[in-house]
């Protein structure tokens, strides 16, 4: 079982920086692929950035070029950064762990979201 606890979210002016963080119960935490994910209203939540558990990133074209993930698994922690913020970037962003075990076993865990809204 994992728990996921999101942070960092808030009002920022277009242009602004945040740093998400997401912090993980759980010791098989390095074992887990993540990603970070959001949903603005009226939209369906959509991946915006993904964490594998050996450090690879890929990120949404939405996004590329402002926002990076990373982790710190010593810390069980998963960050975004995100810099040049835009109006359409405002949605409540989440974390999510994800593994398949060998035999099929998949594991899927989200935290409970931390709203990001930029005004322009």
């Known amino acids: 079982q994992v728990q996921l606890v999101e942070s960092g979210g808030g009002l920022v002016q277009a242009g602004g920086s945040l740093r998400l963080s997401c912090v993980a119960s759980?010791?098989?935490?390095?074992?887990?692929?993540i990603g970070w994910y959001r949903q603005a209203p009226g939209k369906q939540r959509e991946l915006v950035a993904g964490?594998?558990?050996?450090?690879?990133?890929n990120y949404a074209d939405a996004v590329k070029g402002r926002f990076t993930g990373s982790r710190d698994d010593a810390k069980n922690t998963v960050y975004l950064q995100m810099n040049s913020l835009k109006f359409e970037d405002t949605a409540v962003y989440y974390c999510?762990?994800?593994?398949?075990?060998?035999?099929?076993?998949?594991?899927?865990?989200w935290g409970q979201g931390t709203q990001v809204t930029v005004s322009s």
């Open positions: 999510n762990a994800g593994r398949l075990l060998r035999d099929g076993t998949l594991y899927n865990y």
């Open positions: 759980g010791s098989t935490f390095s074992s887990y692929n």
């Open positions: 964490i594998s558990s050996s450090g690879n990133t």
